[in-house]
């Protein structure tokens, strides 16, 4: 029955999908040059689906509808908001991209990728999680070699597509063992399966090995890494910054309740791999960073460091880990965008993404300069940027669980990622061009780079200083998708 709370709980995708529709019969209408208003009509549309929802889509007690394949509650709606303001903010970036930026489709694909991601962090079927991997995936396989006349943009795409579909392929297999043994596919009543030892433990052990293989796929954990830094390098900048920040999110989305909830019976045996997957994924992407020249593979590494962070939540299995998931998640998702757009804006101009070609950026643009220093202190998780509670609260969610082994790889690898981060910006600050003519090169910023620029600087400095409404709202949406 379609009542008042099922049209709340899939306002948000309802309104996302009419943008599209707008978008897709308005653009064939517009000559060549105005096409690039596609992303005004994306980003507009994105913003303002946020505020409706927030104004007429906000949920009460959490509640299953859609005949138990969807669950309304604070988790899953403060998750949708993140994905439509980092869409949002993707599409302004995008506008000015020399050759995805006027093709309607590439908007259209953006926006179907978002309906699937906010599924995903609201599915509690397995059947209807599965179809929203792959909505929130095939769109992003294609983003990421959308630049066909450009070598790196189709291989970049193509080994997304090959690892990505292998990894789903996994995970699908995991999800028909569990049903076949538990003869349900709802993920809230797999517990009870497996207290009421309907499941044996062993089968129960092996589905869970199949679900974390294709989950850490997605949010590049160790060992199921080595996909990011390629395509990263390879897709077009704001379609890598989507991907290291909402893809991202929307597989820790799945991941929290999944484990939470669906296999909480084997909280002590998975709890154990994750932690080891953590250690071994912070350390990994710390180290592989140091070395490297081309700021959008450092970034890949350093987004590949942070999901170890972000585990340390999962680890810590208890409510404080639960909030702390959800907080450094809208933390990162602002920093790391920022950090790409910053890229993108940069490498707009001067063609190159390697990190001496950053030398002297404080003299040719001392807003952007400053918005990399905002971006890479937070990412380094220093006060009073976002960056810094969000891992005061995963490192306080683990010592909480008496994982202590646990934070204090956290920590020092927190301080190996200071070292790159700080000589990021060496080069910008520190070091001069070449012929010390900086003036005559200065980094112009249009006016959609302006616009998702400066709304993600504030962004990230308001998480960070006036953190207590963010954890609040972090805490509220931990606390609603328990059963």
Not at 344 to 359: K, N, P, Q, V, Y
């Amino acid at each position: 029955m379609f009542t008042s709370v099922v049209f709340a709980s899939i306002l948000p995708e309802m309104l996302i999908l009419a943008v599209g529709v707008i978008l897709l019969i308005a653009e064939p209408f517009w000559k060549k040059e105005e096409r690039r208003n596609a992303g005004w009509l994306a980003a507009g549309g994105l913003f303002a689906a946020m505020i409706i929802s927030l104004l007429f889509g906000r949920p009460g007690e959490a509640v299953s509808v859609l005949g138990g394949m969807i669950r309304f509650d604070w988790f899953g709606f403060f998750l949708k908001e993140l994905f439509m303001f980092a869409g949002a903010v993707t599409a302004l970036m995008l506008m000015d991209h020399e050759q995805a930026g006027n093709r309607g489709e590439a908007y259209v694909m953006l926006l179907v990728s978002i309906i699937g991601m906010n599924l995903m962090a609201s599915s509690t079927d397995l059947i209807m999680l599965y179809l929203a991997i792959e909505t929130a995936s095939i769109p992003l396989y294609i983003l990421a070699g959308f630049l066909v006349n450009d070598k790196k943009s189709t291989e970049s795409g193509f080994k997304y597509l090959l690892f990505g579909t292998l990894a789903s392929t996994v995970m699908l297999y995991g999800f028909s063992l569990i049903f076949g043994f538990a003869g349900t596919t709802n993920i809230y009543k797999l517990s009870e399966m497996f207290i009421a030892e309907q499941i044996p433990y062993l089968f129960g052990f092996g589905m869970l090995f199949l679900v974390i293989a294709g989950l850490a796929f997605k949010v590049s954990v160790v060992p199921f890494h080595f996909w990011a830094p390629d395509v990263y390098q390879g897709a077009p900048t704001p379609v890598a910054g989507f991907l290291s920040t909402a893809s991202k999110a929307a597989g820790f989305a799945v991941i929290v309740r999944m484990f939470f909830v669906g296999f909480s019976t084997f909280s002590e045996s998975w709890t154990m791999i994750l932690a080891v997957l953590a250690a071994v994924t912070m350390t990994v992407g710390n180290l592989l960073a140091l070395p490297q020249t081309n700021l959008k593979r450092l970034l890949a590494y350093s987004s590949i460091a942070h999901a170890g962070y972000v585990m340390i939540g999962v680890v810590a299995f208890n409510q404080l880990g639960a909030t702390s998931v959800v907080f450094y998640l809208a933390a990162y998702i602002a920093t790391n965008l920022l950090a790409f757009g910053i890229v993108m804006a940069f490498s707009r101009i001067t063609g190159t993404e390697e990190l001496a070609d950053f030398s002297g950026l404080s003299r040719r643009n001392p807003l952007l300069a400053l918005m990399m220093l905002v971006a890479f202190l937070s990412l380094a998780g220093m006060p009073p940027f976002g960056g810094f509670m969000a891992k005061v609260l995963v490192f306080a969610a683990g010592v909480q669980a008496n994982y202590i082994w646990l934070v204090f790889v956290g920590i020092l690898n927190s301080i190996i990622g200071v070292y790159y981060y700080l000589n990021v910006l060496k080069y910008v600050y520190l070091y001069r061009m070449p012929n010390e003519d900086e003036a005559e090169h200065a980094i112009p910023l249009t006016r959609p780079y302006s616009i998702a620029l400066i709304i993600l600087t504030f962004g990230v400095l308001l998480v960070g200083t006036v953190f207590a409404p963010w954890f609040g709202w972090a805490s509220d949406s931990a606390l609603s998708f328990l059963p």
